[in-house]
């Protein structure tokens, strides 16, 4: 069953605006990383975040871990119409599985 | 060079018919997957290799064969294709212990 699960489903911002997704899960967990995909496009690995890290920063981004509410935040500052894509968050309970989920659709606006 | 490869990248086929996906890493990484994403783009993983070796099999029909021949390698074959088959199937790849995986473009199967 789907692990993680992304809010909003879709995000409308204007360039220069800062866009913010959330994801929550429902079982422990190992890590917790963040993917893009561009249309038509594989996945790309943006950041992954430790069970024991609280945040992590990566150029524009920061993700956000709390781990007592199971819940993470990706931030992405200063948008771009490159970053339009959808973002999805993933859960590794284990060394051999990512546990995907549905994905928030952002579309920046010029 | 493209770190992970599969091909063909479309594949149309008609109901019953068997056909294969590859997929290559030059990555060196000890791990390689399959995960299926449908079309509201859930992504599902089918199967995951170590080593070479079958480490998850995610409840998958038996019509789904992977086979690795050696660790740049997961192919992946499916006998009896059916309409619900059709998809988005991506490879991906990953070193243990050392973080994110790297996917492949993708191939999209579709059934008629």
């Known amino acids: 069953s789907q692990q993680g699960e992304e809010d909003p489903q879709a995000l409308s911002i204007q360039e220069g605006e800062n866009a913010t997704m959330n994801c929550s899960y429902k079982t422990s967990i190992n890590n917790l990383q963040w993917y893009r995909q561009n249309s038509g496009r594989g996945l790309v690995h943006l950041i992954l975040?430790?069970?024991?890290?609280r945040e992590k920063h990566s150029g524009r981004l920061r993700v956000t871990l709390d781990t007592s509410k199971k819940s993470s935040s990706l931030l992405i500052t200063a948008s771009r119409a490159a970053d339009t894509a959808s973002y999805f968050c993933?859960?590794?309970?284990?060394?051999?599985?990512?546990?995907f989920g549905a994905g928030t659709t952002v579309t920046v606006r010029a | 060079d493209t770190a992970v490869s599969q091909t063909p990248k479309y594949l149309v086929t008609q109901m019953g018919n068997d056909k294969s996906i590859k997929c290559e890493q030059n990555l060196g990484h000890d791990t390689m997957y399959w995960y299926k994403q449908d079309s509201k783009k859930f992504l599902k993983i089918m199967f995951s290799y170590n080593n070479k070796e079958l480490i998850i099999n995610e409840t998958v029909p038996n019509r789904f064969s992977p086979k690795s021949p050696d660790k740049a390698h997961l192919n992946l074959h499916i006998n009896s294709l059916e309409l619900g088959d059709s998809a988005v199937y991506f490879c991906a790849s990953s070193q243990q212990g050392m973080g994110g995986y790297t996917f492949g473009s993708g191939t999209r199967l579709t059934v008629v």
């Open positions: 993933a859960t590794g309970d284990n060394d051999y599985k990512l546990s």
């Open positions: 975040i430790r069970s024991n890290e």
